[in-house]
């Protein structure tokens, strides 16, 4: 959530929220996840991407890494960080491989 509304206070461009889980991707087109655990959390992301042109895209588990290793580095340290202009050491070996196209 913090990613995705940073983006919209620091840029004009669209937003590109790009996932390995389909079903993630398709629930915030529809009312899929209205009433589980992650409805709240659909509804947030809806709510922000009213807010500016927004682009889901799917990509493989493998063009994914980058976020699974700081999804990992937020459970074990229980932190949240933000890294403006610079990378976070914990991925410094992965993003170079996990920049991914984007047409628009």
Known sequence: MQ???LAIQHSNSPVVLQSDSLEALS???TNALRRSAYGQLALEIKYLASS???VPQKISRLQNRVADRLACYSRTERATAIWLHSVPPCIKDLWPLDCNSITL
């Open 52 to 54: 500016r042109e927004f």
């Open 3 to 5: 990613g995705m509304a």
């Open 27 to 29: 629930c915030l087109s």
